[in-house]
């Protein structure tokens, strides 16, 4: 996974030749300034550099090719303390390959009533500058997010660094592999897809690999391996079983995973429990204990969400609330409400977890094989959000649910695995509309650190559908808006 703060967000100020060098000098040392402002914020996701004064049609083209080409540049942010007359962007604009901000601030906070006077209003007019750089993204139909207000707004600020993390998740996607043990489960709709449309729109390299290569890994794997890797396990986790076999197997199956994954430089796997050939259990922590370090994974050989839960993991980068892959399961309906209880066979995330997480070997139903041992344990509470990326056929549509995950309201003994219950916005009833309406799938990506917004900007970067189920939705609103994004999308 990409170091977030090993990235830098490029900060370019818009400005002409006509105001002469002290203007000039001035907007340099007030972009100076507010871009040392930002970047010694601690929320501030990575670098936050400034790139100088543009002044002309030569130079907004050669600062956009150095962020097309220097890997650290995760994406540019503009803003126009004077006036720049926008056509001088639209060469270099037209070549801009990375994420796109239009920060609409201004260096002053209010009019300064005895100090206003026109030298003041030539320096400071960046509501004038602003809109004319504004016109030209419009017009030009670019990609980007525009953020207004005072550049010490705490809002603004939170704004610009989920921009920014969405931008170094545009990045992660450019360069991610999802490597694929064994296919789609047999049948399953919404796991399946266009893998060629995914690399064109997002990136992602998706490939696959035979699961007797990985029983070949696996073999390879020495006692003393296995021994470091539970000793691991047994710092990390509460050990709450006497079938070490099993534990001892997920840990050599663990490694042998990881290994493959960084052969093939790969950052998400799936897996499918119809094709385990050769392997004695399903990867139960194998599989989380990976997730927990950043892996992406995909149950069922859906490999989208096991991109996006790499993606979301990279994008969330030191924050601690946790992201995991998920599944909707079962319902609790009250008479106003309800709550939805998540879970999997096995693979749930233990950076989500209330306390820590037990050590369990229970048999498992499906697969026909022996039992796996897994981490049990309850969700934590807090806001969060499920996000589910579907194929439309044609196009890519994101859906992202607001939920509030809860403390389960009952202790469910006999449920040996992990299990998170939430309460769905606006309630229960309307919240299931709302998804099944969507299309959401049955698996999703649960994050509490991740945001809608975070979310809503890497669409807009990934040029893909955004759907966004919140307290607000109405189903008729958003049969609407589906029905509109239907023919919107054709016409492209
Ligand atoms: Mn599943």
Redesign the pocket.
Known sequence: MPKMEENEVWFVAGSQLLYGPKVLEAVAVHSQEMASYINSNHNVPCKFVYKGVIKSNEEVTAIVKQANYDDRCVGIVTWCHTFSPSKMWINGLNLLQKPYCHLATQYHVEIPNEEIDMDFMNLNQAAHGDREHGFIGARMRLHRKVIAGHWKDENVLKELFEWIRAALGYKVSQNLSVVRFGDNMREVAVTEGDKVEAQIKLGWQVNTWPVGELVNEINKVTDEEVQAKVKEYREEYQLNTDDLHAVHYQARVEIAMERILQREHADAYTNTFQDLWGMEELPGIASQHLMSRGYGYG??GDWRTAAMVHIIKAMTQGLTGGSSFM?DYTYHFEKEDGYSLGA??LEVCPSIAAAKPRIEVHPLGIGGKESPARLVFEGHPGKAIVASLIDMGGRLRLIVQDVECIKPIMDMPNLPVARVMWKVLPNLRDGIRHWITAGGA??TVLSYDATAEMLENWAEMMDIEFIHLTANTTVEELKKELRVNDLLWKLR
């Open positions: 149950a069922e599944e999997h066979m049955h698996h």
